[in-house]
């Protein structure tokens, strides 16, 4: 009888994310090894900007530039997975929106997009993960993403694998699912609008007694964060792969993200 070949373990391309790269690269280590430890084999392909900004500001040329060399950056994965909601949906629900005249590119962004998934996302619903070995004391309010809530249906994933790490106790805010303000170059352009709605978010956090703020998006993350350390509010800040991961030898996101401003 011959022998059963064993599968070989799926290959995830991990899309780091301009803000992961350059302001917390402890997010993508922490992502590798949650991925790691699902079985997965891991690779980080030569990447630059998901093209967000340029397609959120209307330059359709050079978000579809950016998209044809992630797709071939890509290509040799089984899987993309991002810590990132807005990342995450701009690869999986607006790249072939890029191509939408042009059939040949159009399959093969709709292929790409396919493949495309949030980290916390891919873990529970694509590996089957029910619980990560960590362990992270405290109270901790979770903010969901306009984008991964609504683009990537991320919501009860994160909770469930928090709801495993040791010591660690979830409060829900008071209108979770509101913005918070940051919005990529929303924030920028229009600073007036959004300074009270992350105004509001804090106080949101605030009000839950929590010692920690956790979220899927390093954006929203370094927005409110920055926010709550200007109020002078003594409330940590964690992206929830860091949580997941066990990594507690980095600073709280917002000593950093302070000096931010939205």
Same mark, same amino acid.
């Given at each position: 009888?011959?022998?059963?070949?064993? +599968?070989?373990?799926?290959?995830?391309?991990?899309?780091?994310?301009?803000?992961?790269?350059?302001?917390?690269?402890?997010? =993508?280590?922490?992502?590798? +090894?949650?991925?790691?430890?699902?079985?997965?084999?891991?690779?980080?392909?030569?990447?630059?900007?998901? =093209?967000?900004?340029?397609?959120?500001?209307?330059?359709?040329?050079?978000?579809?530039?950016?998209?044809?060399?992630?797709?071939?950056?890509?290509?040799?994965?089984?899987?993309?997975?991002?810590?990132?909601?807005?990342?995450?949906?701009?690869?999986? +629900?607006?790249?072939?929106?890029?191509?939408?005249?042009?059939?040949?590119?159009?399959?093969?962004?709709?292929?790409?997009?396919?493949?495309?998934?949030?980290?916390?996302?891919?873990?529970?619903?694509?590996?089957?993960?029910?619980?990560?070995?960590?362990?992270?004391? =405290?109270?901790?309010?979770?903010?969901?993403?306009?984008?991964?809530?609504?683009?990537?249906?991320?919501?009860?994933?994160?909770?469930?694998?928090?709801?495993?790490?040791?010591?660690?106790?979830?409060?829900?805010?008071?209108?979770?699912?509101?913005?918070?303000?940051?919005?990529?170059?929303?924030?920028?352009?229009?600073?007036?609008?959004? =300074?009270?709605?992350?105004?509001? +978010?804090?106080?949101?956090?605030?009000?839950?007694?929590?010692?920690?703020?956790?979220?899927?998006?390093?954006?929203?993350?370094?927005?409110?964060?920055?926010?709550?350390?200007?109020?002078?509010?003594?409330?940590?800040?964690?992206?929830?792969?860091?949580?997941?991961?066990?990594?507690?030898?980095?600073?709280?996101?917002?000593?950093?993200?302070?000096?931010?401003?939205?």
């Amino acid at each position: 009888m011959a022998a059963e070949t064993e +599968k070989p373990p799926i290959r995830v391309g991990l899309f780091v994310t301009c803000l992961v790269d350059l302001m917390r690269p402890s997010v =993508g280590f922490a992502a590798v +090894k949650l991925l790691e430890d699902a079985g997965c084999e891991v690779v980080v392909p030569s990447q630059s900007c998901c =093209g967000q900004p340029a397609f959120n500001s209307g330059d359709r040329a050079t978000a579809r530039a950016i998209a044809l060399k992630t797709i071939d950056a890509f290509a040799g994965c089984d899987y993309v997975v991002a810590p990132s909601g807005s990342c995450a949906g701009m690869l999986a +629900k607006h790249y072939p929106e890029l191509f939408a005249d042009e059939p040949e590119l159009l399959r093969k962004a709709a292929a790409f997009a396919d493949k495309c998934w949030e980290l916390t996302s891919f873990l529970v619903d694509r590996l089957g993960v029910t619980a990560v070995a960590a362990r992270c004391e =405290g109270v901790a309010a979770y903010h969901d993403s306009c984008a991964g809530l609504r683009e990537m249906g991320v919501k009860s994933q994160p909770r469930a694998l928090l709801a495993s790490v040791e010591g660690l106790r979830l409060v829900e805010l008071q209108d979770g699912e509101a913005c918070c303000g940051f919005g990529g170059v929303f924030s920028v352009k229009h600073g007036a609008l959004s =300074g009270p709605i992350v105004e509001r +978010k804090a106080a949101d956090v605030a009000a839950t007694g929590a010692d920690t703020l956790i979220a899927g998006d390093l954006g929203c993350l370094m927005n409110i964060a920055g926010r709550l350390q200007r109020q002078g509010r003594a409330v940590k800040a964690r992206h929830v792969a860091e949580v997941l991961a066990g990594v507690s030898d980095e600073p709280p996101i917002g000593e950093a993200a302070a000096r931010v401003k939205p």
